[in-house]
Structures are given as structure tokens and as C-alpha cells.
């Protein structure tokens, strides 16, 4: 039960980081595939504060999404000004640098040793340390990063974004300040990217580098365009099909050698299934054009 209850977290964990990238890809049409490297910044801000500075984890996780949130519009500046192939190649750009600092900085990250013995999360003075009190705190982050997704989409806001999305010329033509509204939504997708990572690092009490790769980032996009771009609810799909799949892998009695590279193939089988038989995803409503 308890294995179960741990899939639904990493699960409930994938969702959130889902839904943010969502919103950068599937809403505004964006193509980013760093998306890991906010929660690597948001995992690895959290994770230090507490082992070094004695800093709780619901300090550490506000402060690590709103520096992964900085960071996005850092990078937001500069990349915003790019369109289609060249925006993926710079975002792919910045998650192999933010995982090849978190791989060298020795001193300040550990390397490829990484972080043991992070702090989990604490309430009234008492850890929270059985697996179900974990899950219910990834649900609630999920249902609050759902219901913030889904008011940011339905608003105003959400409407200039598909407008972005479908004809940025037609956006330019009606005076909308373009730029802007993809910066801002860098910064969005970001802010909840480094909570996923923070509530990542305080479960699993370990993170290295080998978490963050730019592999993880296109998994990430995987789970968006399988569930479903321009769609909440694919989110969902997505995430908890291409995390609870694979791990039936591991009750056919594979070893560990064999069941690692087929998770690889099955995730590029499906990709290359959709590509050609529904762009869209599931439940999608948008394609890449």
C-alpha cells in the first residue's frame, strides 16, 4: 500500500510540474524544454536553506519558487524575442546549463554526491513522516495549482494567451504588448515548477543532479502533448498514465537493466503513435503547427 501511496505522490508531483508547462506550451504556444530547471532551482534553494541555515521547508519552498520564478524571467528576456525551433533550442540550452551547475558547483551543490538527509516538511512541530500525510499535502498543492491554472486560462488574461497561441500577428495588430504576456507567462510556469521541485527535494530527503536532466524536461513535455495541449484535465492524463505505466514494468519481474531502457521505448512509441494519429493529445485542444 505504501508503494502505491508513493507513485500517487511522484505522480501528484509530475502534475503540478504538468500544469505549469502547460500553460507555457499548450496555452500560449510556446515550445520550452527546460521546464526541470526551475524545479532543480526550486528544489536546490529549498534543500540548502534547510541544511545549512536550519530555514523550514514552507520558508524554503516559497523562497525557491519565487527564485525559480526570477529565474524564469531571466531567461524569459532574452528568449521571448524567438519563435518556434529557436525558442525550444534556447530553453534546451538553459536546462543543460542550470544542470551542469548543479553538476560542478561542488561547493555549494555537492555534485554528483547531492543532497542527503533533507529535512521533510513540518506541521505544529511534528514531521511529516508517514507516506498518506505526504499525499495529502501534494493534493492540496495540486488542487491549488489546478485551480490557479484554471483561473489564469478562463480570465481575460487566459483568452490574450491563446490569442498569442493561435496568430501572434493578428495579437500584434490589436496592440497587444506580446512580449509581455509570454514573459509573465514564463514566470508562471516557473513559480510552480520550483514548488514541484521543492516538494520533491523534501519527500524523497535526497536530490542530485540526475534528477534534473533535460530528459526529465522532455518527459515532462511527453506528459503534456500525450494528456493533452491547451487542456487542464490532460494534464492530469498525461501525468498519471506516463508515471503509473511504466512502474507495472516492474511486476513482470524485469530486471532493473531491461525495464529502464523499455520505459524509454514505450515513452518514445507512444510519442511517435500520437504524432501521427491525434497532434492534439487525448483530450487536447491545441497542435503545434
Known amino acids: 500500500m505504501e508503494y502505491f501511496i508513493h507513485i500517487l505522490i511522484i ?18 504556444g510556446l515550445p520550452a524544454l527546460g521546464h526541470m530547471a526551475f524545479a532543480c532551482v526550486g528544489a536546490y534553494t529549498s534543500s540548502l536553506l534547510a541544511l545549512n541555515y536550519g530555514i523550514s521547508p514552507w520558508i524554503g519552498l516559497v523562497i525557491g519558487a519565487c527564485l525559480a520564478s526570477l529565474l524564469g524571467l531571466i531567461i524569459g528576456i532574452p528568449s521571448i524575442r524567438l519563435k518556434g525551433d529557436y525558442l525550444a533550442i534556447a530553453t534546451f540550452g538553459f536546462g543543460v546549463i542550470v544542470y551542469s551547475i548543479s553538476k ?22 511534528f514531521e511529516l513522516q508517514p ?24 480570465s481575460p488574461f487566459g483568452r490574450i494567451l491563446r490569442s498569442i497561441r493561435d496568430d501572434e500577428i493578428a495579437s500584434l495588430s490589436i496592440g497587444t504588448d506580446v ?13 510552480f515548477a520550483g514548488i514541484a521541485g521543492s516538494l520533491y527535494a ?3 530527503t535526497f536530490i542530485d543532479p540526475s534528477s534534473f536532466t533535460v530528459m526529465e524536461s522532455i518527459a515532462v513535455l511527453l506528459m503534456v502533448v500525450f494528456g493533452g495541449m491547451g487542456s487542464i484535465k490532460g494534464s492530469f492524463v498525461g501525468a498519471l498514465v506516463l508515471v503509473i505505466f511504466p512502474e507495472m514494468l516492474r511486476f513482470l519481474g524485469m530486471p532493473s537493466s531491461i525495464a529502464a531502457p523499455l520505459r524509454q521505448m514505450i515513452y ?10 491525434r497532434p492534439q493529445g487525448i483530450i487536447g485542444e491545441y497542435r503545434f503547427k
Open 202 to 204: 523534501h519527500y524523497i
Open 179 to 191: 512580449n509581455k504576456y509570454k514573459l509573465i507567462v514564463f514566470v508562471i510556469g516557473a513559480f
Open 131 to 154: 507516506v498518506w500525510s505526504y499525499l495529502i499535502l501534494v493534493a492540496i498543492f495540486v488542487a491549488m495549482t489546478g485551480f490557479a491554472i484554471n483561473r489564469i486560462v478562463n
Open 11 to 28: 505522480a501528484g508531483i509530475y502534475i503540478i510540474l504538468t500544469l505549469s508547462l502547460n500553460l507555457i506550451v499548450g496555452y500560449t
Open 104 to 125: 560542478n558547483w561542488v561547493d555549494l551543490t555537492r555534485g554528483p554526491m547531492g543532497l542527503p538527509g533533507i529535512p521533510k516538511f513540518n506541521l505544529f512541530g
Open 268 to 277: 518514445g512509441l507512444l510519442l511517435i503513435v500520437l504524432m501521427l494519429k
